[in-house]
């Protein structure tokens, strides 16, 4: 499709007719399916596929489809690199991706995109302050509880708390919305589930990485889902890594801080 033309053709669709929703809901459908890509989502960057997708959002904040696709295109885009999640949040990004998340709450498809663009956003320091104003921690949360059977959703929600789950004062918060419990809730729910066990257990080792919280997740029972974790996915590194630091958490020397972030 690329090396068809199919890029520049889809963009021009999109960007000639910003009122339609059936056009924009297949044309950014459509870029987010090449994004996936990550070669390919360098030249939807160059493309104005930030600006198309901002674009849907505004002006089709009611239409679910565009929401959804739209979100897809900026979650894509923001996992490039730092200069494209930039481009992202100074196009308005953070707080868009914020507001559909808002807006479309029962909507697993808009949950699920849009809690990954806040997620990719939060890697690293630079925008985790703006994702945390914009609500992050809430959104995350109330995902969490309104999707418990979603895979998709309650993957991104755990890793956008455990991304948010960084600095001290980031991490109480996540704590203090109730995050321990709504990460252990989600690994014994999901036990099976890959993703979500390297969400949640990621989070947990951030979390217990600080002084402060170590012994609430050791009394959740955070050791005993680590374990649990090692002996059922062994083939799975991103588990493995992270169960493995959440006993090193708990394990620290006083003071010792083992937060870490991930996509």
Do not use: F
Not at 73 to 91: I, T
Not at 227 to 237: D, M, T, Y
Not at 242 to 261: D, I, V
């Amino acid at each position: 499709v690329v090396a068809a033309g199919g890029l520049p053709l889809a963009s021009k669709a999109v960007q000639n007719n910003p009122g339609h929703v059936g056009v924009q809901a297949s044309g950014l459908g459509m870029i987010g399916s090449i994004a996936r890509n990550v070669e390919h989502a360098a030249r939807v960057a160059l493309s104005g596929g930030v600006t198309m997708a901002v674009s849907g959002l505004q002006i089709h904040d009611g239409h679910e489809s565009v929401q959804e696709k739209a979100l897809e295109v900026l979650h894509r885009l923001a996992k490039v690199d730092a200069v494209a999640r930039s481009s992202v949040v100074d196009a308005g990004g953070i707080l868009l991706a914020a507001r559909a998340l808002q807006l479309h709450a029962t909507h697993s498809g808009v949950q699920d995109h849009g809690l990954r663009v806040l997620c990719n956003l939060a890697i690293g320091s630079i925008h985790t302050d703006q994702v945390v104003e914009a609500g992050g921690v809430a959104l995350a949360v109330a995902a969490l509880k309104n999707h418990s059977n979603d895979l998709g959703v309650q993957t991104n929600a755990l890793c956008l708390l455990r991304n948010l789950a960084y600095g001290p004062q980031d991490t109480t918060a996540v704590v203090a919305a109730d995050g321990i419990c709504l990460a252990i809730a989600a690994l014994k729910r999901h036990s099976g589930c890959e993703s979500v066990q390297r969400a949640g257990l990621g989070l947990l080792r951030n979390i217990a990485g600080l002084e402060a919280h170590t012994a609430t997740v050791e009394g959740c029972g955070g050791a005993a889902l680590a374990i649990e974790a090692l002996r059922a996915h062994q083939g799975h590194p991103g588990v493995v890594e992270c169960s493995l630091g959440l006993l090193k958490s708990l394990t620290a020397l006083k003071g010792e801080c083992t937060n870490e972030k991930g996509t």
